[in-house]
């Protein structure tokens, strides 16, 4: 089974919205990363959050982690319709940055 | 600096013939990890190299999977005999070692069609 799942599966929106994606893991993590798929291509990194953090920005993102209840979530505001992809959670166990990504949000923005 | 480099970028094989991919990570990344990511699911990992040593395989399917980075830069992964299950892209990614803020870096992926 996956280390992380996404929450919910697919999302759509209109531009200029918010899209808030959810993603819970079942291990303990020393941190966890999103990162965004655009259709047929390769995975780009957004965002990482150590386990002794509870929150983190990057310019229109915001992660939260909450680690006793094992769970994160993405926050996108302002959307673009450049925004529509797949975002996944990604939980890092140890060291070593080995990954266990969960399914993924479907994200559609639409103009 | 030049991306993650992977060809080809398709593949479409029958099932019992044998595909390999490869692979050529960002210079002076150690670290190289092929996935496997089948249609509408998040990326598995197959294998993770750190240099030319194999740090985990525990998800590879060493009876028809097999990977190599024998002098700890580019990387082959070949598949043999190929199942229609194998259908899928195959990604692969690389870092600097240890823990990076910037996480993993993946290559445009090789998708593979098995019929």
């Known amino acids: 089974s996956q280390q992380g799942e996404e929450d919910p599966q697919a999302l759509s929106i209109q531009e200029g919205e918010n899209a808030t994606m959810n993603c819970s893991y079942k291990t303990s993590i020393n941190n966890l990363q999103w990162y965004r798929q655009n259709s047929g291509r390769g995975l780009v990194h957004l965002i990482l959050?150590?386990?002794?953090?509870r929150e983190k920005h990057s310019g229109r993102l915001r992660v939260t982690l909450d680690t006793s209840k094992k769970s994160s979530s993405l926050l996108i505001t302002a959307s673009r319709a450049a925004d529509t992809a797949s975002y996944f959670c990604a939980a890092n166990k140890a060291a070593g940055n080995k990954l266990t990504f969960g399914g993924g949000t479907r994200v559609l923005v639409k103009p | 600096e030049a991306g993650v480099a992977q060809s080809p970028r398709y593949k479409i094989i029958e099932k019992r013939q044998s595909v390999a991919f490869w692979c050529n990570p960002i210079s002076g990344h150690a670290t190289l990890y092929w996935y496997q990511q089948i249609l509408g699911q998040g990326p598995k990992l197959l294998i993770q190299?750190?240099?030319?040593?194999?740090?985990?395989d525990s998800q590879l399917p060493k009876d028809r999977f097999s990977a190599e980075r024998l002098k700890g830069v580019d990387s082959t992964l070949k598949i043999q005999p190929a199942k229609l299950e194998d259908s899928a892209v195959y990604l692969c990614?690389?870092?600097?070692?240890?823990?990076?803020?910037?996480?993993?870096?993946f290559g445009p992926g090789t998708r593979l069609t098995v019929t």
């Open positions: 959050i150590r386990s002794n953090e």
């Open positions: 190299f750190q240099n030319n040593g194999v740090v985990d």
């Open positions: 990614a690389s870092s600097v070692t240890g823990t990076n803020p910037r996480g993993q870096y």
